[in-house]
């Protein structure tokens, strides 16, 4: 089948690219923990105290993060099936790992 070859080199550059995304969060992530630090040290120093409701929340540890869903890359060809429903994401919704 031609479409395999295309469809395995795709989804290896996705692969790749999914990865430097996740290194990309965690250097992210690193720098939002550095920052909230830097922020608790200058409001303990000008003696603020941040009550619960204006705590500055910690950004998640890496492994917490929503981690990428790998799902099949659809073929181009027509299907007969119809598509599912997809609801938009929430703050509270975590998609299903496979």
Known sequence: ??????????????????????????????????HTAILRQIQHHL??????????????????????VDQPIPLEEPTTEEPEAVEPSSPHHHPATI
């Open 1 to 34: 089948m031609p479409h395999f070859p295309a469809l395995a080199t795709s989804q290896s550059i996705l692969t790749q690219q999914m990865t430097a995304l996740r290194a990309h969060q965690e250097q992210i992530i690193d720098t939002q923990t550095q």
């Open 47 to 68: 003696g603020i105290i941040s009550t619960p409701e204006h705590a500055i929340p910690s950004p998640p540890e890496p492994s917490q993060a929503l981690p990428f």
